[in-house]
């Protein structure tokens, strides 16, 4: 019986055979090339393969000489190398060639620096000089200002407030000169009214009701020009209120546009045979990144675009950026993560022996953590507490964080060595945290399992963790939830004897790992494996703001697993609130519940500002009515099941 072949099978067939064909081809080209270069070797002149030789080596036939013939009539100068493919009764001429690489249209992330980048109506090259100094070509000495670059959190959050308040400008006339000079008055005395944490950090702005600076030429620039003609010297005018308008709603735009996903795609190589001066190359215009938006958009962008959002990571700077992550489709997920936190070196006052200077080498931290980075101080900045260093590697200079550079001691440098992971250790991770910093606060408890820097963004799982620690779990249960907690999904799945996945643990499927939902994937353990109830989803709506959000965590009396999103953060952070406590993986001990500390849950220099997800938990019985947890009056189970229950109205 014959048998029948799908279609498929035939073009397996079909490709098969099309192979063999190309390898005997190519063996008998090589052959005869051979056959060539030592005929060439032997008369010393280019002449033909004798047909005795060719006949000798079974070359001679037909068919091989027609096709050498054939190849013989390509164009070698459109084509190196060029195949002939036939199909049914078509042909292909396959070949190489130097072609250009595709050209990918950059976008733009809404921030600050993209508004001031346009420049308002009204502004020709002609009238921009009669306002700002404009620098030639052959000279760069013009007193033009120009945008600094920001390199702490809190030289953002401060330009952050001035552009938000920004309400009046004024414009004088420059002594001895017939320049202008612009300043803007800030109305700082409503601006996030009772936050004494901002105002704390930055004295001099909420020092009085209104600030004044000198701006930038591009933010004035980006005024329309008959507003500032029109401008009376040395009289406070009030901005424009279309620009104004303009200005907040771009602003609100960047603050609620959070980067989810961030795929390498290209790495922009240049040719310097010449050994030309890169000093002024910036680096950051060589990558370009693909950035997918918690909205459903995409962007591609170079990596100046997106340092400032997220460069600060230590991640980011490594083996992100390696020629292996090109068109991989590797994607990093940016969901629930790591509190936003100070320079690292930041939290100790150094003495004076120890205070980096001009000529000093310096070891420069938050470069990456394959390496020590060298440089040596060029130039230090006070107004800015930053740096200009000269990097030992590649002899470019780069303005960085004062307080990340520390002196490079001969004595004190040693070997790099190969250490355990301290991401989960129980005891003191950090060996440079004070003693003072060691000791639990009065009223706080111990976190027995914590990671400082939480480099692999286990926050849900770690607060869960520490919840378990705290309802007198044993340690093998905790030991337990750990385990399955950090491994993938199938093998959760066969542990806890499901089915299948709860839809809710990977909403995303199409996007494989990186749409897990690892509040969901806590709460699906410890309900299958230790027979804790959760309650339905928290009403986000009642959380829209820090006072609401407040309330409501004090009246509800069972432990509640939130997820916080802030102003000026990269990402949303877990943690657990129970009984005026909030339980932080990435804090040594639990800390009270207060505004203060709920509007900074997700680190330094952020502001609360709402929260996008959340559930109840309620332990076991066997937890509940253990001996050791008699001190818990009321689980709040009554507030929450009873019909009419005082904190029914927070859920679903």
């Not at 100068?77 to 950059?106: C, E, W």
């Not at 005395?189 to 600076?213: L, M, V, W």
Request: hydrophobic share 35%; net charge positive; proline share 3%.
């Amino acid at each position: 019986m014959k048998k029948e072949f799908n279609a498929v099978q035939k073009e397996c067939l079909k490709s098969l055979e099309a192979m063999c064909v190309f390898g005997y081809r190519e063996l008998y080209k090589n052959f005869l090339l051979i056959l060539v270069e030592m005929q060439n070797k032997i008369s010393r002149k280019k002449t033909s393969v004798p047909k005795r030789i060719m006949d000798l080596f079974g070359v001679s036939t037909g068919q091989i000489v027609a096709h050498m013939m054939r190849r013989g009539k390509f164009e070698q100068t459109k084509f190196s190398q060029a195949y002939r493919m036939d199909y049914n009764s078509n042909h292909f001429i396959v070949g190489n060639s130097v072609t250009r690489p595709v050209q990918f249209s950059l976008g733009a992330l809404p921030s600050g620096a993209a508004f001031t980048d346009k420049r308002g109506s009204g502004w020709t090259p002609t009238n921009v000089p009669e306002y700002f100094q404009v620098s030639t070509s052959n000279q760069d000495n013009g007193e033009k200002r120009k945008e600094q670059k920001m390199i702490s959190s809190k030289q953002f959050e401060a330009y952050h407030i001035m552009l938000w308040t920004m309400r009046c400008i004024k414009v004088i006339k420059v002594k001895n000169s017939d320049k202008m000079q612009f300043h803007i008055q800030c109305h700082t005395k409503n601006y996030q009214y009772g936050n004494c944490g901002i105002r704390a950090r930055h004295p001099t702005i909420f020092k009085e009701d209104t600030f004044s600076f000198t701006p930038i030429d591009e933010l004035v620039l980006s005024m329309p020009f008959e507003f500032i003609r029109n401008l009376k010297v040395g009289v406070w005018t009030n901005i424009e209120r279309n620009w104004l308008t303009r200005l907040q709603k771009h602003l609100t735009q960047a603050e609620n546009t959070s980067i989810k996903h961030v795929r390498f795609i290209r790495k922009i190589v240049t040719d310097n045979r010449m050994k030309e001066s890169r000093e002024y190359e910036d680096d950051h215009e060589k990558y370009i990144f693909k950035i997918y938006t918690t909205k459903g958009d995409s962007y591609r962008v170079n990596l100046a675009q997106i340092h400032d959002i997220i460069g600060d990571e230590p991640w980011f700077n490594g083996e992100t950026k390696c020629l292996c992550n090109i068109a991989s489709n590797r994607m990093i997920s940016l969901s629930w993560g790591a509190k936003k936190k100070e320079s690292s070196n930041s939290t100790e006052t150094p003495s004076i022996s120890s205070c980096p200077c001009v000529g000093d080498r310096v070891i420069v931290s938050n470069q990456g953590s394959k390496w020590e980075h060298l440089a040596k101080i060029v130039k230090i900045i006070e107004s800015t507490s930053s740096a200009v260093v000269k990097w030992d590697t590649t002899l470019k200079k780069d303005t960085v964080d004062l307080a990340d550079c520390k002196k490079y001691d001969v004595d004190e440098v040693s070997d790099r060595k190969r250490k355990a992971t301290d991401f989960y250790q129980n005891s003191s991770m950090n060996n440079q945290m004070s003693k003072k910093s060691m000791q639990t606060p009065p009223g706080e408890m111990l976190n027995m399992y914590y990671s400082r820097e939480n480099f692999s963004k286990l926050c849900a799982e770690g607060a869960v963790r520490n919840l378990m620690n705290v309802l007198h779990c044993s340690p093998a249960d905790m030991t337990s939830f750990w385990n399955l907690a950090t491994s993938p999904l199938h093998s959760i799945q066969n542990s806890l004897n499901d089915v299948q996945v709860p839809r809710a643990v990977m909403p995303n499927m199409s996007i494989g790992p990186l749409g897990i939902d690892t509040i969901e994937k806590c709460l699906w353990i410890l309900r299958k494996k230790f027979n804790f109830v959760t309650t339905s989803k928290l009403k986000v709506s009642e959380f829209q703001s820090l006072k609401l959000s407040l309330n409501a965590l004090v009246e509800i009396k069972f432990p509640m697993l939130i997820s916080v999103q802030s102003k000026q953060a990269i990402y949303k952070h877990v943690v657990v609130v129970w009984r005026n406590k909030i339980i932080d993986f990435e804090c040594m001990h639990t800390y009270p519940l207060t505004e203060e500390s709920l509007r900074q849950v997700c680190g330094v220099h952020t502001t609360f500002q709402r929260i996008v997800s959340g559930y109840g938990i309620f332990p076991s019985k066997k937890i509940r009515t253990s001996s050791e947890n008699d001190y818990v009056q009321d689980w709040g189970m009554n507030d929450y099941y009873k019909p009419g229950g005082s904190v029914r109205r927070y859920f679903v």
